[in-house]
């Protein structure tokens, strides 16, 4: 194995920090934030060498931000701090399901990054929808797509995307300059104006032809793989040449916060196995034989299901994932 393959593999996250202050019926908690953080961390506790580039605010709440990276071993590339940090208000329904409240502002201009060429740049969430800050994410994606492995997860925000056609135009174009999209199917129901935004609520032949309809869609754009997560209902993976399902499972559920970015950080991690990433790997993903993409797709499946039997965003590490592990 070359020193090249030894290394860990440097992934670059594109996106928003904040503090997220978890409302569940009287108890009142602030802890730090974000998709893209929590996939920063997320991939860190894999053992994946991550730089994070995100914006900060000049108060406490940065602070304590700025401390949890740095405990996680994430690399943090900030603008010159300058007002107050993000916020998001999750309010838990009985289910431990959150509606969120959003105090944010976002914009990336003047702000460092990283020497080298990475070999995974992830992007998604507010980060690439809120202006001024996404037209600047979208500079970086194209700065380093040319050698790097695109990784996009849209993870809609109604009160962010109002317009659900906007969205929807603008989630189509991230995916085809985006070699792996992962999405929930609350994300395609939002997506669907002709839909109803409550996926509980379509009926499963409508369910599935939604899917089917995106998966098409993005991978005729370009996109390499795209994984579609349906809570108990399992996960659906697709290539050109494969598509395959993983059923559902009913595990332990204390909240839902942070578990799609820790199904993301496990299929980035999963994926990293099998020496997909850099530019060089577009081909190979796209033939990738139905018993990896299950491998992965297991492997980011089970980070999720611990992660939301948890309070909070708290992603496990990899030594937590391999005892009872699918894979």
């Known amino acids: 194995m070359t020193e090249e393959r030894r290394r860990a593999t440097r992934a670059l996250v594109l996106g928003e920090s904040l503090i997220d202050i978890i409302v569940d019926g009287h108890t009142r908690t602030e802890v730090p934030g974000g998709s893209p953080m929590n996939l920063s961390i997320g991939l860190a506790r894999q053992g994946i060498d991550v730089a994070f580039i995100t914006s900060l605010g000049a108060d406490r709440h940065a602070d304590t931000i700025e401390r949890r990276l740095v405990h996680e071993g994430v690399d943090v590339y900030t603008p010159r701090r300058a007002g107050r940090t993000c916020t998001a208000t999750a309010t838990l329904d009985d ?113 599935e032809a939604m899917i089917e309809s995106t998966i098409a869609r993005w991978l005729a754009a370009g996109t390499s793989l795209v994984v579609i997560t349906r809570a108990e209902h399992g996960i659906d993976m697709a290539t050109a040449q494969c598509k395959l399902h993983i ?72 030594v937590e994932l391999l005892p009872r592990s699918r894979v």
């Open 95 to 207: 289910r431990g399901t959150p509606s969120y409240d959003f105090d944010l502002t976002w914009m990336l201009d003047h702000t460092d990054t990283p020497a080298g060429v990475p070999d995974v740049v992830h992007f998604g969430s507010l980060g690439s929808a809120l202006q001024p800050g996404a037209d600047q994410v979208d500079e970086l994606v194209a700065q380093y797509r040319g050698d790097a492995l695109v990784t996009y997860d849209p993870n809609i925000r109604p009160r962010i995307d109002p317009d659900r056609d906007a969205a929807r135009a603008r989630v189509d174009r991230h995916a085809a300059l985006s070699d792996i999209v992962k999405a929930s199917d609350e994300d395609l129901a939002y997506l669907h104006p002709e839909l109803v935004a409550d996926p509980a609520d379509i009926a499963d032949d409508v369910r």
């Open 247 to 318: 059923p559902g499972h009913h595990p332990r559920v204390v909240d839902t916060i942070g578990g799609g970015d820790a199904f993301m950080a496990g299929l980035i991690a999963g994926l990293d196995v099998v020496g997909l990433f850099r530019a060089t790997g577009r081909d190979t993903l796209s033939t990738l034989a139905p018993h990896i993409l299950r491998r992965a797709g297991s492997w980011a499946q089970r980070t999720a299901e611990i992660t939301v039997g948890r309070v909070g965003a708290d992603s496990p590490t990899s």
